[in-house]
Nanobody, 123 residues
Framework: QVRLVESGGGLVQAGNSLRLSCTTSGRTISSAMGWFRQAPGKEREFVAA????????YYADFVKGRFTISRDNAKNTVYLQMNSLKPEDTAVYYC?????????????????WGQGTQVTVSS
């Protein structure tokens, strides 16, 4: 079984930055990883994804130029650097892993999920 644990969330003022981390443990898999988020009363939405190699990344339009996804496979960790945060970025952020080297934008293509970390951006 693969376990994903997110960390790094918190309360920040608009314009500031946070870096989320997602560390995997358990059965090692060579997988693409993604970040998703869900705000209260809204559906889960795709944020960013990265291939196993790190060579391919995808971003939702609303985070392009502000968020950066990266990974350190030696540490089994994926990061989401979030800059210029806005109040509308407030949500629970989840990392996810899929059984493929290739990144994907759809949540249904991911089979392992973390418990989430809360990000709150005040105005």
């Amino acid at each position: 079984q693969v376990r994903l644990v997110e960390s790094g969330g918190g309360l920040v003022q608009a314009g500031n930055s946070l870096r989320l981390s997602c560390t995997t443990s358990g059965r090692t898999i060579s997988s693409a990883m993604g970040w998703f988020r869900q705000a209260p009363g809204k559906e889960r939405e795709f944020v960013a994804a990265i291939a196993w190699s790190g060579g391919s990344t995808y971003y939702a339009d609303f985070v392009k130029g502000r968020f950066t996804i990266s990974r350190d496979n030696a540490k089994n960790t994926v990061y989401l650097q979030m800059n210029s945060l806005k109040p509308e970025d407030t949500a629970v952020y989840y990392c996810a892993a899929r059984r493929s080297y290739m990144a994907a934008r759809t949540g249904d293509e991911y089979i392992y999920w973390g418990q989430g970390t809360q990000v709150t951006v005040s105005s």
